[in-house]
């Protein structure tokens, strides 16, 4: 049975709902606590004893400034503290050339960032199990509907649920993600390699289609092995098609993805890297996705308002390292837009419209920037 409560609006400000517990949607609904937003819920999809987990992240300076002002410091989830990225050119399994720069951010994972964001989430702001299933405008505002049969009313709903996001294909069905025609193969050890601080990137010379990211975590190592792969490659790999399951969990890795992997390892890799890749036996993966770029990330449902934010509204080839950065920027730019609502009456609409319009041209070039650096590496179609 449906169940839906209307409350009076809060003085204070809108009543505001975020979907999405990954990172950006935490990210957000601490930016907006933080600035004096008191009626904000936060709704995930996943219930609360589900397994979460993540891969590697790089944080630019932006985003780090962002965490630093809601009170998160870095020392609780960067355990690296080096910014040196190594380039290293493989020639017939042996690195030759070396190029050392450096990276104007810091390297996380996923798990420590979002423990360091959920753990700040005031009680009840968070619930989990709620899948949306639909968005309407009755009542005048936006109301949420959940797969459970709940239903929610808010001014603002903001979606940060992530690249397979049912807000877009909500509010932008006509943006669907087609795959790129590579995967992000990847695994976590739970040995350390001796001496190793610095992300260290290996690409083929000459490029012909793989690349291998390696860094350090806690308690061992991340890595990343992009190799092209077919549709059908995919489904006999995976069991289903990149639509259908984008992400990879351990469990629907076979045997035949396995050895594909292994046997790339052996072909490109250097003896060290190959023999790490082998080794790992927990491992996971994802299709690499592409999307139209956005035209807009704002929609008016009733007399109020929806958002997509991050994933959710464009995401983007890993390569570009800019996916939490996306999510992180736009939600600080968006709690900047709805404070001067809130504190100086600035109207809503147009305060949101000029929050697109600064946030819209770099969350196009995120998504155009990747095709371009795929095609460097030999990468996809």
């Known amino acids: 049975m449906s169940s839906h409560t209307a409350t009076p609006r809060n003085r204070d400000g809108l009543r505001v709902a975020v979907v999405g517990g990954s990172l950006t949607g935490p990210t957000a609904a601490l930016l907006l606590h933080h600035a004096g937003f008191t009626d904000v819920t936060l709704y995930e999809a996943v219930p609360a004893s589900a397994p979460l987990g ?10 780090l400034d962002i965490l630093d002002q809601l009170g998160v410091p870095q020392h609780e989830f960067v355990r690296y503290d080096s910014e040196a990225v190594m380039d290293i050119t493989v020639c017939r399994r042996r690195p030759e050339a070396e190029h050392r720069h450096l990276f104007a951010g810091r ?9 360091a964001l959920t753990r700040r989430l005031p009680a009840g702001l968070a619930h989990t199990g709620k899948r949306v299933t639909g968005l309407t405008g009755e009542y005048g505002r936006p109301l949420l509907h959940f797969a459970d049969g709940d239903s929610a009313q808010a001014d603002l709903v903001v979606f940060a649920d992530g690249r397979a996001s049912i807000g877009r294909r909500l509010l932008d069905p006509d943006r669907r993600l087609h795959y790129a025609g590579y995967v992000a193969h990847r695994g976590q050890t739970s040995t350390s390699q001796p001496g190793l601080r610095d992300f260290l ?7 012909n289609g793989m690349q291998f990211n390696l860094a350090p ?4 190592c991340d890595w990343t092995f992009y190799l092209s792969a077919t549709p059908a490659q995919y489904l006999d790999y995976f069991g289903a098609t990149p639509a259908r399951r984008v992400f990879v969990l351990p469990q629907h890795i076979t045997e035949a993805a396995r050895a594909a992997v292994d046997a790339s390892a052996r072909q490109y890799l250097p003896d060290e890297q190959a023999a790490l890749v082998h080794d790992t036996s927990t491992r996971m993966a994802a299709a690499v996705m592409d999307i139209d770029p956005p035209t807009r990330m ?8 929806a958002v997509l934010l991050g994933d959710a509204l464009a995401p983007v080839r890993p390569h570009t390292a800019r996916g939490a950065n996306n999510g992180i920027e736009q939600a600080a730019g968006l709690a900047a837009a709805l404070s001067q609502h809130r504190k100086y009456g600035a109207d809503l609409a147009t305060a949101l419209d000029g929050w697109q319009h600064r946030q819209l041209p770099a969350a196009v070039a ?11 590496y030999g990468l996809g179609a």
Do not use: C, M, Y
């Open 217 to 220: 975590i806690p308690g061992g």
């Open 366 to 376: 995120a998504v155009q920037l990747g095709p371009k650096l795929a095609h460097r």
């Open 298 to 305: 704002v929609w008016a449902i009733g007399t109020g308002h």
């Open 201 to 207: 990137r290996f690409e083929p010379d000459p490029h």
């Open 54 to 63: 993540g891969g590697l992240i790089g944080l630019e300076h932006s985003s």
């Open 107 to 115: 390297n996380t994972t996923w798990t420590l960032l979002h423990q």
